[in-house]
C-alpha cells in the first residue's frame, strides 16, 4: 500500500487528541468487577418510554423510519416548546427556540462551533465535563478556566457540594473585552454541586455587564434532591437573550443510548446553533425523537404529580446516593455529599497507604489510584482530576468521582469490595 510522503498535519487538533474516556472505559471493561465510572444508568428506562419506541418503529406510521424536519421532528420540538415554555414563563416557537440535537453532546459541540470566534475566550467553571475544553479550541478559542473552591465543612459534618463555591472576585476577574461565553453546569457534573439563587445572580450579572453569552449545560436538570430547586438561569433578568440551554433525553428518562439533545434559546441565537447543526450531523433518528416527544407528553400531563417520572427517579437515587454515602463513610473514603445529578464525589486521602504516592510523577494521583483500584479492587470510578484543565489538575489530585445511577445489588457488591478492603487494611 502507498504511504503518504508527509504525515498528515491536523494542527487545530494538537494536545486535544488524548480522551480520559476511552482509556478509563476501557480499563473498566477489562478489569472491573462492579462499574460506578462512566455516567449512564444500568436499570432500564421507564416502560412508557421502552413502548413508544416500539410503537415507532413498528406501528402503522413507517414514515418514522425516514428522514423527519432536520431541526427538530415536529412533534418533539412542539413538546419541548410546550414545557419550557412553562418552565421559563414565556411562549417558545418550537420552530424558531427549539432544536433538537445528537445528544447534549452535539448541542455542546454546535454551542461552541458557532459563537466561538478565533481568539474568543470562554470561561469554564472547574470542575467541568471534560469536552467543553477540546470544544472551545477545536473552535479556535481559548479556554480561561476558574475553580469552583471547598470550604471545611462545619465541624464533625461531612462535606456537601453547595461547599464549593466560586470566589465572587476570581470569577470577576476573568471577565474582559476578549471574553466571548461563559460555560455553565448546573446541577455539575461531577460534583453534584446545584448553583443557588445568588451564585446564579452572580454570574447573571457579570455576564450583562460585560454583554457575555452563557452556554447552560442543564442536563441533569430534574435530578435534584433533599427539596432543592433547580434555578435556570435564563430566567434571570437580562439572560434570556444570552443563554442557549442544554438538555438530554439520555439523561432525563435514563437511555443515554438514545442520544437525543436540545438546545433551546432566542432565535437570534439559535439561527447559529442551526447553521452548524446543517453543515455536520444535518438531522437525527426519527423513531428515537418520536418516542422521546410521547415521553415527554405523558409527563406534561403528569407534571408535578407523583406519578410523574421526573418526581419518581430523583426519588430513587436519593436513596440511591444515601446508600453509596454511607458505604463510603464507613469505609472512610470521605464523601461530599451531592445535591443534584447522579454522581458523587469522595476524597481519598486515608488511602494514601495502600496506593503510594509517586512523587514527581506526570501522572495524577487520583488517576493512578482509580488505574489500580480497579486493576485490584475490582471499582471502576473516574478520577476528578479529569474534570480540571492541566494547570489545575494537581491541586484537586485526591478525589474520585462515583456514579450512583445503579441497580441496588450493583451498589451492594461495591459496598461489598469496599469492606472486605476495609477488613484487610484492619486486618
Ligand atoms: N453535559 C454533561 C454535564 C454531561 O454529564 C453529559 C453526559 N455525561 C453530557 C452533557 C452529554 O449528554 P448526552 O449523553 O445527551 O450527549
Given at each position: 500500500q502507498a504511504k503518504m510522503s508527509r504525515p498528515v498535519q491536523a494542527q487545530r487538533l494538537e494536545g486535544i487528541d488524548k480522551n480520559i474516556w476511552v482509556e478509563f472505559v476501557k480499563l473498566a471493561t477489562t478489569?472491573?468487577?462492579?462499574?460506578?465510572?462512566?455516567?449512564?444508568?444500568?436499570f432500564p428506562p421507564p416502560d412508557f418510554l421502552k413502548e413508544a419506541f416500539v410503537r415507532a418503529i413498528s406501528g402503522e406510521n413507517h414514515m418514522l423510519h425516514q428522514y423527519t424536519r432536520a431541526f427538530g421532528h415536529p412533534p418533539l420540538v412542539k413538546i419541548l416548546a410546550q414545557l419550557f415554555g412553562k418552565l421559563l414563563g414565556r411562549d417558545l416557537d418550537p420552530m424558531t427556540n427549539v432544536m433538537v440535537t445528537v445528544g447534549a453532546y452535539q448541542a455542546l459541540f454546535c454551542c461552541f462551533q458557532a459563537f466561538v470566534d478565533a481568539g474568543d475566550e470562554v470561561i469554564i467553571i472547574e470542575p467541568f465535563f471534560d469536552c467543553y475544553e477540546p470544544m472551545v479550541k477545536m473552535a479556535g478559542g481559548m479556554p480561561v478556566f476558574v475553580p469552583l473552591r471547598p470550604k471545611a465543612p462545619k465541624h464533625g459534618k461531612l462535606m456537601s457540594s453547595a461547599d464549593w463555591q466560586l470566589d465572587p472576585a476570581e470569577l470577576a476577574s476573568k471577565f474582559n473585552e476578549r471574553t466571548k461565553a461563559i460555560v455553565l453546569n448546573t446541577p455539575n457534573n461531577p460534583l453534584g454541586k446545584v448553583f443557588s439563587r445568588e451564585e446564579l445572580q452572580l454570574i447573571a450579572d457579570l455576564c450583562v455587564k460585560h454583554d457575555v453569552l452563557c452556554i447552560s449545560d442543564e442536563v441533569y436538570e430534574w435530578l435534584v434532591y433533599d427539596g432543592k430547586e433547580h434555578i435556570r438561569i435564563a430566567n434571570l433578568r437580562g439572560m434570556w437573550d444570552r443563554t442557549v440551554i442544554i438538555g438530554s433525553a439520555g439523561k432525563t428518562f435514563s437511555a443515554?443510548?438514545?442520544?437525543v439533545g436540545w438546545t433551546v434559546g432566542p432565535n437570534h441565537l439559535l439561527q447559529h446553533v442551526r447553521t452548524v447543526h446543517q453543515n455536520s450531523v444535518y438531522h437525527c433518528a426519527t423513531a428515537a425523537q418520536e418516542a422521546v416527544a410521547q415521553g415527554f407528553q405523558r409527563e406534561l400531563e403528569l407534571y408535578?404529580?407523583?406519578?410523574s417520572y421526573f418526581v419518581q427517579l430523583p426519588k430513587e437515587l436519593q436513596q440511591k446516593r444515601d446508600w453509596l454515602v454511607q458505604s463510603l463513610d464507613a469505609v472512610g473514603m470521605k464523601p461530599i455529599i451531592p445535591?443534584?445529578?447522579?454522581f458523587l464525589v469522595a476524597d481519598i486521602s486515608e488511602f494514601k497507604s495502600d496506593v503510594p504516592d509517586v512523587p514527581d510523577s506526570d501522572e495524577p494521583y487520583d488517576s493512578r489510584f482509580a488505574k489500580w483500584m480497579v486493576k485490584n479492587k475490582g471499582l471502576a470510578v473516574i478520577p476528578l482530576s479529569t474534570f480540571y484543565c492541566a494547570a489545575h489538575k494537581k491541586n484537586y489530585n485526591h478525589f474520585i468521582r462515583f456514579c450512583f445511577a445503579k441497580e441496588e445489588a450493583t451498589l451492594k457488591a461495591a459496598n461489598d469490595l469496599l469492606q472486605k478492603w476495609k477488613r484487610e487494611k484492619t486486618s
Open positions: 478489569y472491573s468487577t462492579v462499574n460506578l465510572g462512566q455516567g449512564f444508568p444500568d443515554t443510548g438514545w442520544k408535578r404529580k407523583p406519578d445535591e443534584g445529578t447522579y
